[in-house]
């Protein structure tokens, strides 16, 4: 295609200078030899900046040849015989030859800025995608497209495994993705750190080129190109595109798999942590309810001397501290579960009022005697949560308003949209949370009145935030006007919900 | 006429906690056989012909599901499965598999009772297929006459919110998973689309109860399913 190109170049570059004398033919009496000289000139500087350096110079010759011939006396002969012509010619061809050296650097930068800009704006659409992909997976995806995109033919990253050998990867590859990479060629780029296949000097007989992926600290997986020609990636500037390309990719990856492990970091601490806090203030909690159930079932088991009444008030005592034991066990499981991130969501479409009804038949029990305001806002769409965990949330806040508020005051729960969520408040009428310590209550093991016979672990609450937050959502704590603790959590819409198909006939009565 | 006190059979892995049903069921003329491997008490349920079994999920040889499963293929025996708490999932999977109701651990003497009498008694009433009609509190459903009454008025539902109701009826007492829910009343295509359960039961709650967000008688078990609420006629 290219040669083919060339000739139409080179046609021009005898088209012109014949087509020029056509014109000039006619006027051959009226313009002087310098007129036409000039002529020529233009047509030189025509076929330099249109189709390049030799062409023109050859132009440039066709011209004088033209030139001798028809206008130069004597005229139908190649030779001149006034040496003021001979002059002219001479000029005109030094100054054609310089103009088309000159046009043709010109010509020659523009492409290399077209070509630089061209590059420049892959490498700007490449960064930028890189830039907005979360998951190792798409941006191994983006690299393979713009790859493929760039330097046409098709390509696939391989990453060693857990054991450190180079594997296929396990997503299904996609449509441009190379396959049947030779694993064996890929394992030797890796361990050798160079590249390999087609146009290399190791296993130069493989249709595809094996490339080392350099990372920071050394090589972190291969590049295999299978290019359409080999001119496409081993040109200097591509070669350098290439690598460009392939760094970018690398350090987006590189990057994400660092915040991978910061993040891991932070997690492993928190639960460090945890661990601790746990270990020290757990004790007491524990061991009070333990030393009665140890101390009645022992009394139960050796003395035989109890009356009827005393065994069944200790065993009462045992199953009562049990309870407590029980209770206490599972909001520390709990928030040691989600603590440790091992918590995933099991996120599904329910209905607010659904999820409300059940948290409240969790507390039948204990809110029989409470008179309960509940405020719906009428057609609430569904949400996409966990079930369980959520109405663990409402469940915690009711129980912590039944607990700390006198018996006879309402509780009140509202349930309403706003224009980014589902907000739900449970407030109460009791003496509500003091406003420096309104931050504070959301903490693990905090409680207001540590010694209060009321008094549950601290947990309840931060189970309560540790859960919201999963949620992508917040919860506050505010005082009433009149007096009472306001608890409310926002949990923003992520999706819009699902509708379903009208159903067709009524049933008739 | 006298009938012979139910046997139970009870495969539980720990040894204290099956001493303790044990005596307990005992106590409460009970008769009971109780296994520590599920391979003992598959066999002992092919053999002994027991009444009802109450299963731990957690078994040392053969996982709980397992057991369910392989006993489903061939037996109707009612079941009863034991779980750890904070496990809706097992528990789900333990009913899709065919258990007919769950405990969560610990659990009060109570609350195991009431659930042994509620699934004997479910098992008693079967010979005759589902009542015609059901009635709790101020709830009556009229299953072939395909009509709803609260409080003697007739409440009007739709086909699909009365296929839904009569699926709780057929288990009343007893939880319904949302997977066995979303294939009986809609079909097997539908058991990802959890979202028509959802608001289908909220209609029909809207419909029934006097207060939705306090039903008294379609209940939610949250991330398992529903039971529809069943009254003990003791």
């Not at chain 1, 490339?211 to 496409?232: D, K, Q, Y």
């Not at chain 1, 660092?258 to 661990?275: F, G, I, P, V, W």
């Not at chain 1, 309960?372 to 569904?382: F, I, P, Q, S, T």
């Not at chain 1, 509780?411 to 406003?435: C, K, M, Q, Y």
């Amino acid at each position: 295609m290219r040669t083919e190109h060339n000739y139409k170049h080179w046609f021009w570059g005898i088209a012109i200078p014949l087509l020029l004398t056509l014109i000039d033919w006619p006027f051959r009496d009226i313009l002087t030899a310098s007129n036409i000289l000039m002529f020529y000139l233009l047509g030189v500087f025509f076929v330099a900046i249109r189709f390049g350096f030799w062409p023109s110079i050859l132009a440039s010759l066709t011209n004088a040849a033209a030139f001798a011939y028809f206008f130069a006396p004597p005229i139908f002969s190649l030779a001149i015989a006034e040496p003021e012509n001979l002059a002219g010619l001479a000029v005109t061809m030094l100054v054609g030859g310089v103009t088309s050296k000159l046009a043709e650097n010109v010509r020659h930068q523009a492409r290399v800025a077209e070509q630089g800009e061209r590059r420049a704006s892959a490498l700007y659409r490449l960064s930028k995608e890189l830039a907005e992909a979360r998951l190792e997976t798409e941006m191994i995806e983006i690299g393979v497209r713009h790859l493929h995109a760039e330097f046409g033919g098709r390509n696939t990253f391989l990453f060693p495994d857990r054991n450190g050998l180079v594997h296929y990867p396990d997503e299904p590859p996609l449509d441009i993705s190379l396959r049947g990479a030779d694993l064996q060629v890929a394992r030797w780029v890796f361990d050798h750190g160079q590249m390999a296949g087609n146009g290399t000097d190791n296993f130069s007989d493989k249709a595809a080129t094996y490339m080392p992926l350099n990372g920071s600290t050394g090589t972190i997986g291969v590049l295999v190109l299978e290019a359409i020609h080999l001119r496409h990636i081993f040109l200097p500037e591509q070669r350098q595109l290439l690598d460009t390309f392939v760094n970018q990719t690398i350090h987006t990856l590189e990057r994400a798999s660092l915040a991978e492990q910061a993040k891991e970091a932070t997690l492993k601490m928190q639960a460090e942590t945890l661990r601790n806090s746990l270990l020290s203030s757990i004790s007491h909690d524990l061991r009070t309810p333990l030393a009665t159930i140890i101390g009645a079932a022992s009394t139960l088991e050796t003395d035989d001397h109890l009356n009827e009444d005393t065994k069944r008030k200790l065993a009462g005592a045992i199953n009562e501290e049990a309870q407590r034991m029980s209770e206490l066990t599972t909001k520390i499981l709990e928030m040691a579960r989600l603590e440790a991130g091992e918590v995933v969501l099991n996120r599904q479409w329910y209905s607010p009022e659904e999820i409300v009804g059940s948290a409240l038949r969790r507390l039948d029990k204990k809110l029989k005697t409470r008179q309960l305001n509940v405020n719906m806002a009428d057609g609430l769409a569904l949400i996409h949560v966990d079930a369980v965990l959520l109405q663990q949330v409402l469940v915690n806040l009711l129980d912590n308003a039944a607990k700390y508020s006198p018996a006879g005051r309402p509780i009140d729960i509202a349930v309403d949209t706003t224009p980014f969520g589902l907000s739900i408040t449970v407030a109460d009428n009791g003496p509500g949370v003091p406003e420096a310590l309104q931050q504070k209550v959301f903490d693990k093991f905090f409680r207001i009145h540590p010694e209060s016979a009321q008094s549950g672990v601290g947990l309840g609450l931060s189970i309560c935030r540790a859960i919201v937050e999963a949620h992508g959502g917040n919860i506050q704590v505010t005082n009433r006007s009149g007096g009472g603790t306001v608890f409310q959590l926002h949990l923003p819409f992520l999706e819009c919900p699902p509708t379903i198909a009208p159903e067709e006939n009524e049933l008739m009565p | 006429m006298k009938t012979p006190c139910p046997l139970l059979l009870l495969i539980e892995d720990d040894p204290r906690f099956r001493l303790l049903l044990t005596t307990t069921l005992e106590n409460q003329d009970y008769r009971v056989l109780a296994l520590e491997t599920g391979k003992e008490g598959l066999l002992a349920a092919r053999n002994r012909q027991p009444d009802l079994l109450i299963l731990d999920l957690g078994l040392p040889d053969i996982d709980g599901q397992e057991v369910i499963r392989r006993l489903r293929k061939w037996s109707e025996l009612p079941l009863i499965v034991l779980s750890a708490r904070n496990r809706e999932t097992d528990i789900t999977q333990a009913l899709d598999n065919g258990a007919d109701d769950y405990l969560t651990k610990p659990f009060s003497n109570a609350e195991l009772m009431s659930r042994l009498k509620a699934l004997l008694r479910r098992v008693a009433k079967l010979p005759g297929g589902v009542q015609e009609v059901f009635q709790v509190g101020e709830l009556k459903i009229e299953l072939t006459k395909r009509r709803v009454f609260v409080s003697e008025q007739e409440v009007h539902l739709t086909p699909i919110e009365f296929r839904l109701l009569s699926e709780l009826v057929r288990s009343a007492g007893f939880v319904v998973t949302h997977r066995q829910l979303l294939e009986k009343v809609w079909g097997a295509s539908y058991v990802e689309h959890s979202h028509y359960l959802r608001i289908y039961m909220g209609q029909l709650r809207h419909k029934i109860e006097s207060d939705p967000t306090r039903p008294r008688y379609l209940l939610t078990e949250a991330g398992i399913g529903y039971r529809l609420f069943e009254e003990e006629n003791v």
